[in-house]
């Protein structure tokens, strides 16, 4: 279906009003020679629609057949799936980035 530019404008100005942070992660060794990954300095951000908490409801209303801990929709146009996303102080590992009617969708689970 073809969704005119206008309609994408306007969904994006009343709807994408969650900020969604993406994150750079640093990595230091601990005594033991183990690797650890924390979060370091933010290097975007974007606005979406953030749908979570239930996790079966939402994996019903898009169809989905696996696990899933948050749901964005946006008009951003790509997400680097090597950089986690944080939105209201949780990170996030995003599993899948797909096109999704006039939007794209965020897939993700929470880190670690």
């Known amino acids: 279906m073809d969704i005119p530019k206008r309609m994408t404008k306007m969904t994006a100005k009343y709807f994408y009003d969650k900020e969604i942070e993406i994150v750079r992660m640093t990595t230091e060794k601990d005594a033991e020679g183990g690797v650890i990954f924390t979060p370091g300095e933010v290097i975007g951000s974007f606005k979406g629609n953030v749908q979570y908490g239930n996790s079966k409801l939402i994996r019903q209303i898009y169809g989905l057949d696996i696990q899933v801990d948050i749901v964005i929709t946006t008009d951003k146009a790509e997400v680097d799936l090597n950089y986690p996303i944080r939105y209201d102080g949780i ?3 995003v599993t899948d980035c797909k096109p999704f009617d006039s939007h794209v ?3 993700g689970n ?3």
């Open 110 to 112: 929470k880190y670690g």
């Open 105 to 107: 969708l965020i897939i």
């Open 91 to 93: 990170l996030y590992t």
